[in-house]
């Protein structure tokens, strides 16, 4: 079957490092996204992982694991703002299209 | 450029009753997906529409469906509403299939409740 998991819950500090990992089991494989999500807010793109190893984007880097199934979200120098859901979704295999599976999401808190 | 546009925002309905909720996708972009957010089941696939055709479904019952229209905007409807279907639904829009690092661009969604 396909699953997603990531953890529900996490806290972090203002001005730290907080690491969000994702395991995938999917048919296949062919992408994975990482998505932010505000609360009452639309989820909003993060980063594309399609191969192995880290891309980064200013203060948020995502790393892929496909013989792992892994990922992580990387998010440096923690800002009250970065308190929201984040989404691991994954596109499986022989999908180019608008289907995703999702993780439940993680919800961070960001503490002062 | 204006981003995804979903309308309703709120709705409230009985069971039993049906519901239609609209998606403007972003100018340019053809490819339209839907799907159900709940606090329990996280995101889950609806369906996806490009070029008015149904690409993909996930696995809702045959209550749930949905359209295109040839301007690329997108309805979805829900019939013989069950308590359920109290979610949030989210429309994205995409350019199209045929790119694997295609993303989505998720509009607010509408909050649907069911009583």
Not at chain 1, 81 to 93: E, F, G, I, P, T
Not at chain 2, 10 to 18: A, E, V, W
Not at chain 2, 38 to 65: A, D, V
Request: aromatic residues 12%.
């Amino acid at each position: 079957g396909q699953n997603i998991d990531q953890p529900t819950e996490m806290t972090a500090t203002e001005g730290a490092i907080v690491q969000i990992n994702c395991t995938y089991q999917t048919s296949g494989f062919n992408g994975l996204f990482w998505y932010q999500q505000h609360a009452g807010e639309a989820p909003t793109f993060l980063s594309y992982n399609v191969l192995d190893g880290l891309e980064e984007k200013g203060r948020f880097s995502s790393f892929l694991s496909r013989s792992k199934g892994y990922s992580y979200l990387l998010l440096k120098e923690l800002q009250m703002k970065d308190s929201a859901s984040y989404l691991c979704a994954v596109r499986d295999q022989g999908n180019q299209g608008g289907k995703l599976i999702f993780g439940q999401g993680t919800e961070l808190s960001v503490k002062p | 450029k204006a981003g995804v546009t979903q309308t309703p925002r709120y709705l409230i309905k009985t069971r039993g009753q049906q519901v239609t909720l609209s998606c403007s996708p972003i100018s340019g972009h053809r490819s339209v997906s839907w799907y159900q957010q709940t606090p329990g089941q996280g995101l889950q696939f609806l369906f996806e529409y490009f070029s008015e055709t149904q690409r993909n479904k996930g696995n809702f019952p045959g209550r749930f469906s949905g359209r295109q229209f040839s301007n690329s905007r997108s309805e979805m409807n829900v019939s013989t509403l069950e308590l359920g279907d109290s979610a949030l639904y989210l429309c994205a829009s995409s350019l199209g299939p045929g790119r694997a690092n295609e993303k989505l661009f998720f509009g607010s969604g509408t909050q649907l409740s069911v009583l």
